[in-house]
C-alpha cells in the first residue's frame, strides 16, 4: 500500500516486514481523497466510535497525593465483551497530550477488546474529568505519573504482557517514559500513531489555526475548572488569555510563582527523544508525510534515530493526515489493525526467540 518501513536491519526487522506484508491492513480500501490531509483529520476528530464504550474508571493516588484515572473498556453498548482472561496483554492508550479521548481511540481499544486485549485509557492529572488534587499538572514529557501507571498494573496484572499505544503529541510521553526507564520499562512492545517527536520545534513552528484554534480551546476550558488551585502556582489571567500553545505552555511550566525556568531548560527535561538512545523496547511509529500536524517530513521526523537504533521502526505512508489512516469499510482506519499485527508480531517473535535459546518466560 505505498508504505515503507524504515529501521536498522535486524532479524526482528525482517520478521516485522513479513508479518506486516502479509497484513489485510496495508492492502485495505483507500480514503477516496488522499490528498485531503485537513479533511481527513476533521473526518477522524468528528467521527463518534461504531459501537459506545462501556468504561470502569478507576483513581490512582500518586506519591504527592495527585490523582490520575484509569478507564477500563468492559465493552460497548448492546455487545458482550470479548475481553480476555486474566493472563491477556493489556494494552494502555495513551491520548494526546491535551486529554483528549478522541473517537479513534476509543475504536483502536474496542478493536483490541474484541481481539482478547484489556484495554485501559491513561488519563493525566485533571484531564477528561480526572480530579486535580494538587496545583500541579503533568509536563510535556514528564513520565512520572505514567511510571507510577505502568507499576500498578504490573502489579494487578503480574502474568500479563503490558503494551503502550499513544496518539498524537501523547507520543511525547510515551517516548520520554521509554527512554528514561530503558531495559526496566516493564513493556513487551509500545507503538506511537502520529507522534510528535521534537516537542520545542512542534510549539514553535505552531499548528495551523484550524487545528490549533479548537486545541486551545479545550486546554482552557479544562484549565479553567481549577482556576482557583492554579492561581496558587500560575498566573490565570495570563493562561487565560493565551494566544497559542507554545504561549499556554510556558505560561503553565516556566512561569510559575514558585519555581520559575527558562523555556530552553524546560524543554532540556521533557524532549520526547532525549534519552531515546537508552530506549530497551521495541517501538512502531506509524507517520504520515502529509501529517498537517506534525509538520514536513524532512523536519520533523528523526529518520536517523530509525537507521541507527534496533529498536525503533518508522512506518511511513504518502497519505492519512494527523492520526487518520481512513479507509473504506469497517473499522475505518487501518492503522489500527496494523498495530494490532505488530503487537501479535513481536509476541510471535519473542515466543521463538525463547524456545530457540531455551529461556524461560518471565514472571
Not at 492508550?93 to 478522541?102: C, E, F, H, M, Y
Request: proline share 9%; with cysteine; aromatic share 8%.
Amino acid at each position: 500500500g505505498h508504505c515503507r518501513l524504515l529501521c536498522k536491519p535486524s532479524a526482528l526487522a525482517q520478521h516485522l516486514v513479513r508479518s506486516l506484508g502479509r497484513s489485510a491492513a496495508l492492502r485495505g480500501g483507500r480514503w477516496p481523497w488522499p490528498c485531503w490531509p485537513q479533511l481527513q483529520m476533521l473526518w477522524q476528530l468528528l467521527q463518534p466510535p461504531e459501537l459506545e464504550p462501556v468504561v470502569a474508571r478507576e483513581l490512582l493516588q500518586l506519591p504527592d497525593a495527585g490523582l490520575v484515572a484509569l478507564d477500563w473498556l468492559v465493552g460497548p453498548w448492546g455487545a458482550a465483551s470479548g475481553g480476555g482472561g486474566i493472563s491477556s496483554p493489556v494494552l494502555l492508550l495513551i491520548p494526546n497530550a491535551a486529554g483528549k479521548v478522541t473517537g479513534g481511540l476509543l475504536q483502536l481499544g474496542l478493536r483490541a477488546l474484541e481481539r482478547g486485549f484489556i484495554p485501559v485509557i491513561f488519563n493525566r492529572r485533571g484531564h477528561n474529568g480526572c480530579p486535580l488534587t494538587t496545583p500541579r499538572l503533568q509536563p510535556f514529557g514528564d513520565p512520572g505519573d505514567l511510571r507510577e501507571a505502568v507499576t500498578y498494573l504490573r502489579c494487578r496484572h503480574p502474568s500479563a504482557s503490558l503494551l503502550a499505544v499513544s496518539e498524537g503529541s501523547g507520543s511525547g510521553l510515551l517516548l520520554a517514559y521509554l527512554g528514561e526507564s530503558g531495559s526496566s520499562s516493564r513493556l513487551a512492545a509500545a507503538a506511537c500513531l502520529s507522534p510528535i517527536f521534537r516537542g520545542r520545534d512542534w510549539f514553535e513552528a505552531g499548528m495551523p489555526w484550524l487545528y490549533e484554534w479548537p486545541l486551545l480551546l479545550h486546554l482552557k476550558q479544562g484549565l479553567s475548572r481549577y482556576a482557583g488551585a492554579l492561581a496558587e502556582v500560575v498566573d490565570m489571567d495570563r493562561l487565560l488569555c493565551s494566544r497559542s500553545l507554545r504561549e499556554l505552555e510556558e505560561t503553565l511550566f516556566c512561569r510559575t510563582r514558585s519555581r520559575p525556568t527558562s523555556w530552553e531548560s524546560y524543554w532540556e527535561r521533557n524532549e520526547p527523544l532525549r534519552d531515546a538512545d537508552e530506549a530497551a523496547v521495541p517501538v512502531l511509529c506509524l507517520c504520515s508525510a502529509d501529517d498537517p500536524v506534525r509538520g514536513p517530513p524532512a523536519q520533523s521526523l528523526p529518520k536517523e534515530l530509525f537507521r541507527s537504533s534496533p529498536y525503533f521502526f518508522l512506518l511511513l505512508t504518502p497519505h492519512g493526515g494527523h492520526c487518520g489512516f481512513p479507509r473504506r469499510g469497517p473499522g475505518r482506519c487501518w492503522a489500527h489493525e496494523a498495530v494490532l499485527e505488530y503487537f501479535r508480531a513481536m509476541a510471535e517473535f519473542l515466543r521463538t526467540e525463547e524456545r530457540r535459546k531455551g529461556l524461560p518466560r518471565p514472571r
